[in-house]
């Protein structure tokens, strides 16, 4: 008997999107915008956060001002999600940055 075995594709799965320059800039602006309505509220509430919940994460809805803090970055993202859907959200890390990661 002979054994047949299926070719997998490799490489992306969907095809790369070409953003013009205008749609980047526009996607760029969009996003900087989102995260100058989401920083003050982060502001506001991360010097008394650091001392109780440093490293956690925090999910803010910037419409409402309301946030969710979770040790799991998936956490707290859901709960925002489960509360507000269909809207975004942004994602801070309680520590003096607020950057999620590390490069």
Known sequence: MTKTTATRRRGRL???IQWTPEQKAKREAESEAFYQRCY???DRVKPELIATHYNWFIAIEPDSGEYFIERD???ASLQCQAKYPGKLHYTFRINESGACGSI
Request: no cysteine; hydrophobic share 55%.
């Open 73 to 75: 970055l998936e956490v």
């Open 14 to 16: 969907f095809p790369e």
């Open 40 to 42: 003050p509220i982060f």
